[in-house]
């Protein structure tokens, strides 16, 4: 369910409308996924929910000023990107080992075919068919340890796979939005997608 957005003065929630889109569908669409990047930057889950809400006044607040100039998805992050900012008891900003580090392992080191290989960057084993839901209760269970993976995921590489993978975010607004070069965002969204992978198959063999 939904939590439910104050309105300021001046209107109801149906009648306002965000770069031709209602702000009831903003709110269904993207209410979630806007406490789940919120999430990755507080402490709790109520001080996330604390910020989109304070996110979602904003928005009204604005509506009128939203130019267009990225999408109406990529504009409300960067609002809880700033919300939640500034709920974080400390400020850190970004360091160049966040994205990608020379001593980091590859997390997908050897499961993939080579350069030069016929079948270079793809799978050299293919994911466990246990990832392909049969059923209702199957169907849950996967969507329960993709969240339980996600949660296990670095702070920046979780807010990266929310963005492009869940939001549907294109790859020039999520570097932007997290202010990573394009090569960086490559960099970190193949790291976060490997070491989703090898949590979700950690999770499957047990």
Do not use: C
């Not at 402490?43 to 009128?64: F, G, K, N, R, Y």
């Not at 709920?87 to 850190?92: F, L, V, Y």
């Not at 929310?162 to 939005?177: K, N, P």
């Amino acid at each position: 369910m939904v939590t439910p957005v104050a309105v300021p003065p001046g209107g109801t929630e149906s009648e306002r409308v965000v770069g031709g889109i209602p702000l009831a569908t903003l709110v269904r669409d993207f209410h979630r996924p806007m406490v789940n990047f919120a999430r990755t930057m507080v402490d709790s889950a109520t001080v996330a929910e604390e910020a989109v809400q304070e996110a979602w006044v904003q928005v009204l607040q604005s509506a009128d000023s939203f130019e267009g100039r990225s999408s109406v998805g990529t504009w409300l992050f960067g609002i809880v990107k700033n919300t939640a900012s500034r709920h974080r008891r400390r400020e850190s900003r970004i360091r160049d080992h966040e994205v990608l580090s020379t001593d980091d392992a590859d997390p997908l080191a050897g499961r993939m075919h080579p350069a030069g290989h016929p079948d270079a960057g793809h799978w050299n084993l293919p994911p466990s068919r246990r990832f392909l839901p049969e059923d209702r209760t199957v169907e849950n269970e996967l969507v329960g340890h993709v969240r339980t993976a996600l949660d296990a995921l670095p702070e920046r590489q979780r807010q990266l796979v929310i963005l492009r993978d869940i939001v549907g975010t294109s790859a020039e607004e999520a570097a932007e939005l997290l202010e990573l070069s394009a090569e960086g965002q490559r960099a970190l969204l193949y790291r976060a997608r490997g070491n989703l992978r090898n949590e979700l198959e950690k999770r499957y063999r047990r």
